[in-house]
């Protein structure tokens, strides 16, 4: 996987200076990898795969990472497997010697010292591994400052985001510097799930945020799942590279799934019950991605 790995930096450097978002796409099973595959083909982006510690255990380390090499070779674009929301240095270190091409490290629970001190561990640990890609580029590495609220699902509650919750630019400066970390993922109002009032993210901090730090390190949006398409519009203009998706692909999914079994309760093949589920996956994947202003950028980025 880590010839193709080599370019994950270059390809979201070019969407923060070409003012468009990477997607970013979470997966669980094989057929959703498919899915996010397969529409990023049809819409010409670079597919971002994301699996947090649950999903990955779920469907496995080497199976995800055989998985997207497959896939890599079936389909010729460009195919990343990333780490998502990964909470400890041990959970770290087992997707890079798995062969994920990318690892979020989010030890933003911690405090402030020890957040550096560990995500500056496994910076190291990951770029001592793939020391030997093309171009010297390492496997690239995600941080993250200040506190996400909420969890990946339809919450039936409101979530209040308190202004302590988000993160500082000047903390973020200081951050990326001590840290060595190639992406920063960044609390501005977003939060994990739809909520009954999704909050107003803070344009004008993203903004500061950009400023305040190097050009090289792409700032991430988590938990964009639910938040207006203007706003997401505006966090790029402001400087955002890279978007997370999850829960609206979980509902898609679901949603579609459940129709499908009430509408066919004899049927016992899998593959065909969840067919519609998936194609609704790919249709919001498509959304996202155009929103994202991501189509048609694979040629311009490899």
Known sequence: MSGMASHLQEIIFRATQGGWATGHFNASEADHIRAIVEACRDAGAPAIIGMSEGERSHLGLLEAVALC???RKEFGIPIF???????SVEKAKEAIDAGFDSIHIDLSALPYEENIAHTQEIVEYAHSKHSNILEN??????????????ESRIQQEKITVKK?????????????????IDRLAIAVGNIHGISL?????????????????PPEVALVLHAASGIPDDAIRSAIAAG??????????????????????AEHPDEAAMYKLDAPAIAAM?????????IF??????????
Do not use: C, W
């Open 293 to 302: 202003g991501a189509t048609g950028m694979i040629k311009a980025s490899v």
């Open 197 to 213: 009032d999704e909050p107003d993210l803070d344009i004008e901090r993203i903004r500061a945020i950009r400023a305040a730090v």
């Open 240 to 261: 955002i590279a890279n978007i997370h998706i999850n829960t609206d692909l979980r509902t898609a999914y679901v949603a579609e799934l459940k129709k499908s079994l």
């Open 81 to 87: 497997l990333n780490a998502d929301h990964t909470k």
């Open 137 to 150: 580029v390492g496997m690239s590495v995600e941080g993250e400052l200040g506190y996400l609220r909420g």
């Open 282 to 290: 790919k249709e919001v994947i498509k959304q996202k991605l155009t």
């Open 69 to 71: 090499d497959a896939f």
């Open 164 to 180: 302590e919750d988000y993160t500082d630019p000047a903390q973020a400066a200081d951050f990326v510097t001590r840290t060595g």
